[in-house]
Structure formats: structure tokens, C-alpha cells
T-cell receptor, first 113, second 115 residues
Framework: SQKIEQNSEALNIQEGKTATLTCNYT??????LQWYRQDPGRGPVFLLL?????KEKRKERLKVTFDTTLKQSLFHITASQPADSATYLC????????????FGAGTRLFVKA | DGGITQSPKYLFRKEGQNVTLSCEQN?????MYWYRQDPGQGLRLIYY???????QKGDIAEGYSVSREKKESFPLTVTSAQKNPTAFYLC??????????????FGQGTRLTVV
């Protein structure tokens, strides 16, 4: 069956450290993968998109990698801040039954000051 | 400002009632989506539409219905057939399959509670 898996346990890190979140997928062949941030009671907000032929993408303190052989994406936040505390969702495209975007369950990140 | 608007923010439904959640976008996006989010869980796709007057079922369409009569609007009706409708509902839009390498924009969500 098709699955997108993110760490269900919350990630707790100290301010200034690098947070690394994992997204694994099964039985998908995405052309790209996206990462979103969601704050409690709000809709997700887009952060980064990485294509299947890209190994790495950066945006300010954010870095995403995409390994289509391992079927895995890693999302890094360097020099993390308490304001980075949120849930981070990965998403990918699926073309089975029509083009659509499928989301993982998300990983909750807590950054302590 | 361009964006996507959901209303209402909070909605209460009595047992056996149908309720309709509104979703409007002025981004000129072709694709629109409805997701359901339960506490501690990810977004599950209810329905999606790539073009006006066409829509497809997602993974959990039972008990829901949609229409796409206008490009800007994609209302979701939660029918009495949906046995566990209490959840956070999110609407999203994107440029769609004509421009797939772009992100989805989300509304602020509607929290539906059965009373």
C-alpha cells in the first residue's frame, strides 16, 4: 500500500541546534516533494519544494534533501529558534486516479530556549 | 490581497444535519482540495478538483459531497451519512496539474463539532 511516514514522536531540541526531520514514502514515484509548517489551529504554510532530480535545496536556515533511491527526504532547520516550534508536514504528488497532493502526518518540533 | 478563505471558522452540527463549509479563492488556481485533520494526525484527502465542473473522490469521501460550479469556489457538504464528522477541515488550492511544481495554499480551516 502507499504510505508517507514521518516521525510520530515529537522532536525536542535546544535553541541553536540543528533540527532534522524525516519523511519516508512507499509505493509512490513523486516528481517532487514539499515541506509545510503548521501552527496549532491554522492551515499549513508552504516552505520548500524539491524536485526528483535535485539532491538538495536551501532557503535561509532551511535545507531539504531528496533521495529517490532511499525514498526519503530530510528536512533540516539550522540554528533553531523557539519560534520554529510547530508541526512540519511533508507532501508529495500522486498521479494515481488523477493528480493530487498527499500529506504525511507531520512531526511536532519543540525548540527550547 | 490574493488568498483562500474558509468560513465559518467554527461550526456546530446537530446529529442528522447536513452542513456546508465554504471555500473561496481569488488566486486564479485551477485545482482545489478538501482535507480532514484529526488530532495528532495528518491531512486526509476528502475530494479534489482539477477543473470547473469536475471533481474526484479522495481517500475518505464517504459521507461528504462537493461541487465546483465556479473556478473560485469549492464548497464541501458534510452529510448525515458521515458518522464521525467532528474534525478540522482544510481547503487548499494550487495551480494544478498544468503547473504541478508549485505549492498549495491553505485556508485557515473550519473546526466542525457535532453536538
Amino acid at each position: 500500500s502507499q504510505k508517507i511516514e514521518q516521525n510520530s514522536e515529537a522532536l525536542n531540541i535546544q535553541e541553536g541546534k540543528t533540527a532534522t526531520l524525516t519523511c519516508n514514502y512507499t509505493n509512490y514515484s513523486p516528481a517532487y516533494l514539499q515541506w509545510y509548517r503548521q501552527d496549532p489551529g491554522r492551515g499549513p504554510v508552504f516552505l520548500l519544494l524539491i524536485r526528483e532530480n535535485e539532491k538538495e535545496k536551501r532557503k535561509e536556515r532551511l535545507k531539504v534533501t531528496f533521495d529517490t533511491t532511499l525514498k526519503q527526504s530530510l528536512f533540516h532547520i539550522t540554528a533553531s529558534q523557539p519560534a520554529d516550534s510547530a508541526t512540519y508536514l511533508c507532501a508529495l504528488d500522486s498521479r494515481t486516479g488523477g493528480f493530487k497532493t498527499i500529506f504525511g502526518a507531520g512531526t511536532r518540533l519543540f525548540v527550547k530556549a | 490581497d490574493g488568498g483562500i478563505t474558509q468560513s465559518p471558522k467554527y461550526l456546530f452540527r446537530k446529529e442528522g444535519q447536513n452542513v456546508t463549509l465554504s471555500c473561496e479563492q481569488n488566486l486564479n488556481h485551477d485545482a482545489m482540495y478538501w482535507y480532514r485533520q484529526d488530532p495528532g494526525q495528518g491531512l486526509r484527502l476528502i475530494y479534489y478538483s482539477q477543473i470547473v465542473n469536475d471533481f474526484q473522490k479522495g481517500d475518505i469521501a464517504e459521507g461528504y459531497s462537493v461541487s465546483r460550479e465556479k473556478k473560485e469556489s469549492f464548497p464541501l457538504t458534510v452529510t448525515s451519512a458521515q458518522k464521525n464528522p467532528t474534525a478540522f477541515y482544510l481547503c487548499a488550492s494550487s495551480k494544478g496539474q498544468q503547473n504541478p511544481l508549485t505549492e498549495a495554499f491553505f485556508g485557515q480551516g473550519t473546526r466542525l463539532t457535532v453536538v
